[in-house]
Every structure is written in structure tokens, then in C-alpha cells.
């Protein structure tokens, strides 16, 4: 059972390259999220869709962005990579939140380094 | 606006010891809430969750008790081990919220 795999697991990037960030979920959820992680800040939500062809934007969404062409990938993309970026992104996913009390499913997190 | 703020770690115990993880809330209406655990190296996992006031959620000896008067959801666990080593987040979700809504986190070290 897979759950939520994130790949990569880590990369290191220089400034101003870009990069895609790949999600994959089997779970047959509507709902994904892009979370970054830095000490002392928890977990700030980046972008996040609730069905096939939809995104929106969370808490810290510039110098982002996301697609979701198929409901089982929700793609993080870089277009510009800054040493601000750096940090630990987490993918997640649940059922409709419509029910507010659907957890939502971690993948294992992808290391990213902006030098 | 929502939040969550959680006790500052570390909290440092001995194996055996008896632990508490202060969580209170500030949310509009009756949100769900969860505690989530994250070991070394990996993604957060959902420890217990409680959904309504007076709900109490309980998972490999954790327990926590949803308290609409306090707005709070204190984490316990009466005899912790080395493997409890961990960070503990405490989030909720409001009723009418997307997303989770996640406090600092507090980092657990139990020492045998």
C-alpha cells in the first residue's frame, strides 16, 4: 500500500534553476496539498487542490506553482529556485474536506537545498 | 484568524516518565482536531484525532480530550519509551477549512 510517494526524496538546485516536485497518491482522494517545513515554523500550506484541474493558493504561494491534471499527481513547480526555498516539502492527501474531520496523508517529504 | 500554539520543546523525559504536550486553539465554530507524529527522517503520521467537544482521542497510549471550554488538546501519555522519540504536531481543521492548520510542533526526547 503506497499511500503518498514523493519523488524526489532530495535535491540540491542553484539559484535560478527550476524544478518540478512530483506527488503520487493512491488513495482515489479529491483533496492534495503542498506543505514546506522549516524549524521553528511547523508545517505552512503552499498550494493546494481539491479535484482534477483545480488549484489554490494556501498560506505561502509566491515563487510557486502547482498542476493537477490527474486526480492521483498534484505537481510543485520552481520556476526560479532561491535560497529562500529551501526547506522540506510535504505532499499530502484526504477525502473531500467537506467532512472536516478527514486526516490527511503524508508522504515521507523531499529535501530541497537552493545554493 | 485560526491558530494553533503549542508548548516549546525539547521535552526531555526518561523512558517510564509521564508526558504532557500542552495544545490550545483559536478557531471560529467547532473545528476537528488531531495530533500528527513525525520520526526522524520521514512524514508526519496521524497519532489520534477528536472531532466534537468532549471527544477523546487515543492512539498507542496517547490520549488527548477535546475541551471547548479550554480550547485545548493536550497531548498524554502515562509511560513514554525511547521509540516515542519524536516531533508531535498538534493541528486542527476548521468546519468550513481546506486545509490543516498545524501549530510549531514540539520535539520529544525519552532517554532510556
Known amino acids: 500500500n503506497a499511500g503518498v510517494t514523493q519523488t524526489p526524496k532530495f535535491r540540491v538546485l542553484k539559484t535560478g534553476q527550476s524544478m518540478t516536485l512530483l506527488c503520487a497518491q493512491d488513495?482515489?482522494?479529491?483533496?492534495m496539498y503542498w506543505y514546506r517545513q522549516d524549524p521553528g515554523m511547523g508545517l505552512r500550506l503552499i498550494h493546494y487542490?481539491?479535484?482534477?484541474?483545480?488549484?489554490a493558493k494556501g498560506e505561502v504561494p509566491d515563487g510557486y506553482n502547482v498542476s493537477r491534471l490527474k486526480k492521483q499527481n498534484f505537481l510543485l513547480g520552481l520556476e526560479s529556485a532561491a535560497p529562500s526555498q529551501t526547506s522540506v516539502y510535504f505532499c499530502?492527501?484526504?477525502?473531500?474536506?467537506?467532512?472536516?474531520?478527514?486526516?490527511?496523508?503524508f508522504g515521507d517529504g523531499t529535501r530541497l537545498s537552493i545554493l | 484568524g485560526n491558530s494553533v500554539t503549542q508548548m516549546e520543546g525539547p521535552v526531555t523525559l526518561s523512558e517510564e516518565a509521564f508526558l504532557t504536550i500542552n495544545c490550545t486553539y483559536t478557531?471560529?465554530?467547532?473545528?476537528?482536531l488531531f495530533w500528527y507524529v513525525q520520526y526522524p527522517g520521514e512524514g508526519l503520521q496521524l497519532l489520534l484525532k477528536?472531532?466534537?467537544?468532549?471527544d477523546k482521542g487515543s492512539n498507542k497510549g496517547f490520549e488527548a480530550t477535546y475541551r471547548k471550554e479550554t480550547t485545548s488538546f493536550h497531548l498524554e501519555k502515562g509511560s513514554v519509551q525511547v521509540s516515542d522519540s519524536a516531533v508531535y504536531f498538534c493541528?486542527?481543521?476548521?468546519?468550513?477549512?481546506?486545509?490543516?492548520?498545524f501549530g510549531k510542533g514540539t520535539t520529544l526526547s525519552v532517554s532510556s
Open positions: 499530502a492527501s484526504s477525502y473531500s474536506s467537506q467532512i472536516s474531520n478527514q486526516p490527511q496523508h
Open positions: 488513495m482515489n482522494h479529491e483533496y
Open positions: 487542490s481539491v479535484g482534477e484541474g483545480t488549484t
Open positions: 478557531a471560529t465554530g467547532y473545528p476537528s
Open positions: 477528536a472531532t466534537k467537544a468532549d
Open positions: 493541528a486542527l481543521r476548521t468546519e468550513a477549512g481546506t486545509a490543516l492548520i
